[in-house]
């Protein structure tokens, strides 16, 4: 499984940003997407996160600004991202639980992955 992130970039204060990631491979199941996010000289940091049947939650720094989504038709998570903030700066990585078809045929437990994170820049 691979997962592609994209969608960031420099932006200003109170700018908007949408990241996508998507994801490919031998899918069965995806039970969860999230983003995560770590700020230089900071441990990664979980943002939100969308379940297979559509509920979301999100940390309570950008409950309001950001708004996390899912395309299970397309293996595809968003964050949109508004009102950006300095604070906001860090790299993005998508994180998906799923279950995949294993070379038996047969589909897997749940397992983790990892996009390759994209860089989101808020300048003041």
């Known amino acids: 499984v691979q997962l592609q992130a994209s969608g960031g970039g420099l932006v200003q204060v109170g700018g908007s940003l949408r990241l996508s990631c998507a994801a490919s491979g031998n899918i069965f199941q995806i039970n969860n997407m999230a983003w995560y996010r770590q700020a230089p000289g900071r441990l990664r940091e979980w943002v939100a996160g969308?379940?297979?049947?559509?509920?979301?939650n999100y940390m309570g720094s950008v409950k309001g600004r950001f708004t996390i989504s899912g395309d299970n038709a397309r293996n595809t998570v968003y964050l949109q991202m508004n009102n950006l903030q300095a604070e906001d700066t860090a790299v993005y990585y998508c994180?998906?639980?799923?279950?995949?078809?294993?070379?038996?045929?047969?589909?897997?437990?749940?397992?983790?992955?990892w996009g390759q994170g994209t860089l989101v820049t808020v300048s003041s």
């Open positions: 969308v379940s297979s049947g559509g509920g979301t």
């Open positions: 994180y998906i639980l799923a279950r995949v078809i294993a070379p038996n045929g047969f589909p897997t437990d749940s397992r983790e992955y």
